[in-house]
């Protein structure tokens, strides 16, 4: 996929760990290829573009700024950006100096006596300060938005809906959208003669495509007949092709509300289900269809299903999940509420806490860069990794909050999950630690398991959460 032509909305992404050759470290170029794979224009901000492209390639827009220095977070850098995921931090190395590669620090399994090499308190936060300060106007929470509003319709809406049923491929069911007071009537008759089985009303492709990044999903007010139904988006201009599909069921003659996650989106293609499919891209969406279906997905038979006469009433369509969904994530430490807490023992804490007075006061001004995310107004993640390492990762992860948890985690696997993290609604305005299960591989129930146990912040500081 060629981003540069895309009309999406910009990520913009603090690169980490440049390093002379590139292949080692950095939270943020592995942030940026996971970008990247999932479709993102991505806009990286480095102090040294050079090496930046090196390593990061291409497809990356790179712009030079120091966090800093606020006279060079200039707006331009900022333009069309709608998210910021920050992986700086103030560079670390061992006191009896690195590798030219930095794999003494980078790696993260052996120990080595650390010394800071700037001052953490500009790094960790007057540096937030600036860039939270420049880029707030470009982060404010999204509402949602209203796609269709059926019971208001406008002279656009009325041509937007047409029928596409299975005559198309030699069957008999008929179908039709009209207007009522109460929303739209998508209604028909649904016949399996001459191998046929489903109705479906469909948009025309909208040009240019919709952006809906920012939300979380779709919302549908319907009513309907007790049947099961579908709905697809889909992010190409083709007429047939991978369509993102969700089945929802109706409960006969009674409204309800339907959330759409795109995080469960199916992709399919003619009711198969395409396993290499790109992940569903919500900032280009190409058009939208509600179906009824003899079938679920991959021949398997929709339960809910009867030929004859169907009716499903849609009031409107709309996103959800806008003002929550992060826009800034922020890749901060575990530990940053430890140095100092009253009867902490020290001894047992990770080295990070046991040095943190030799690294210049390093967590508390880590810490104090994350209250400059938490009270900006944006809505945020703050991810604290315990002690990261190079390994491969794949590693299912164990969250908590608090701040009492201690092991490692591999770079590869706090970037992806910073990658989810936008992507999730229930990652909004939290702040949570993160470490590596050494027993487990990370699976998408992990995942769901994991977001679903996350607390919001409280208004008090996350020290005590
Ligand atoms: N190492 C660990 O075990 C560990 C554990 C938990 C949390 N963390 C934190 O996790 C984050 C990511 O770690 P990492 O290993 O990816 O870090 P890293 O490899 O040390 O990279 C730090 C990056 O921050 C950039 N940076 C520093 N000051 C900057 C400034 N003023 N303006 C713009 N960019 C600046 C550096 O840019 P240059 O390339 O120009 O130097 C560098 O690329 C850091 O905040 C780190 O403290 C680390």
Redesign the pocket.
């Known amino acids: 996929m060629n981003c540069a032509h895309r009309n999406a909305s910009r990520l913009y992404v ?5 390093s002379p050759v590139g292949a080692n ?4 170029k592995r942030v940026v290829s996971r970008l990247l794979n999932r479709g993102y224009q991505v806009r990286s ?4 573009a050079k090496k930046a492209q090196k390593v990061l390639g291409k497809n990356v827009e790179i712009v030079t700024a ?3 220095q606020p006279e060079t977070l200039t707006p331009e850098i900022f333009k069309d950006v709608s998210k910021i995921i920050c ?5 670390v190395q061992p006191a009896q100096r690195d590798t030219p590669n930095r794999e003494k620090y980078s790696q ?1 399994v052996n120990f080595f006596m650390p010394e800071v090499i ?1 001052d953490p308190q500009f ?1 960790e936060y007057e ?1 937030m300060k600036n860039l939270v300060a420049a880029a707030k106007s470009q982060l404010q929470p999204s509402n949602n938005k209203i796609l269709f509003d059926f019971k208001n319709p406008t002279q656009d809406l009325k041509e937007t809906w047409g029928a596409l049923d299975d005559v198309v491929m030699g069957g008999v069911s008929e179908s039709s959208i009209c207007l009522t007071d109460s929303g739209a009537l998508f209604s028909g008759n649904v016949s399996t003669e001459n191998s046929g089985g489903f109705v479906s009303v469909r948009t025309r492709n909208f040009d240019p495509p919709i952006n809906l990044l920012g939300s979380a999903g779709i919302e549908l007010r319907v009513k309907g007949d007790g049947k099961r139904y579908k709905f697809f988006l889909r992010c190409e201009d083709k007429w047939d092709g991978v369509g993102y599909s969700y089945s929802f069921d109706t409960v006969y003659n009674i409204w309800i509300t339907i959330r759409i996650p795109f995080k469960d989106l199916i992709p399919v293609f003619r009711a198969n289900v395409v396993e290499n499919a790109q992940p569903f891209n919500p900032n280009q969406i190409y058009s939208y269809q509600l179906m009824l279906s003899k079938f679920e997905y991959n021949r398997e038979l929709n339960a809910k299903f009867a030929p004859g006469f169907f009716q499903l009433e849609v009031e409107y369509i709309k996103t959800y999940g806008g003002d929550q969904l992060p826009k800034f994530v922020l ?4 530990g940053v509420t430890r140095p100092g807490r009253p009867g902490l023992n020290l001894d047992a804490q990770p080295q990070i806490v046991q040095l943190n007075d030799q690294l210049k006061g390093l967590l508390n001004w880590k810490f104090k860069g994350e209250e400059v995310v938490r009270s900006s107004g944006i809505p945020y993640t703050v991810i604290r ?1 315990c ?2 390492t190079e390994q491969q990762g794949g590693q299912a992860l164990i969250f908590d909050q608090g701040d009492n948890i201690k092991g490692i985690v591999s ?1 590869n696997d706090i970037a992806e999950l910073c990658v989810k993290a936008l992507e999730e609604n229930r990652a909004g305005n939290t702040t949570f630690e993160a470490k590596g299960d050494q027993e487990n591989q990370a699976t998408a129930e992990n995942w769901e398991r994991l977001f679903n146990g996350l607390k919001l912040d409280g208004k008090k500081s996350p020290l005590t959460i």
């Open positions: 603090y690169y980490l760990g440049v470290g950095g939270v943020g901000l480095v102090r040294d120091d966090i800093t992986c700086t931090g103030t560079r993260g700037e790094v540096g890749v901060s430490s575990a990794p002690r990261m770079r």
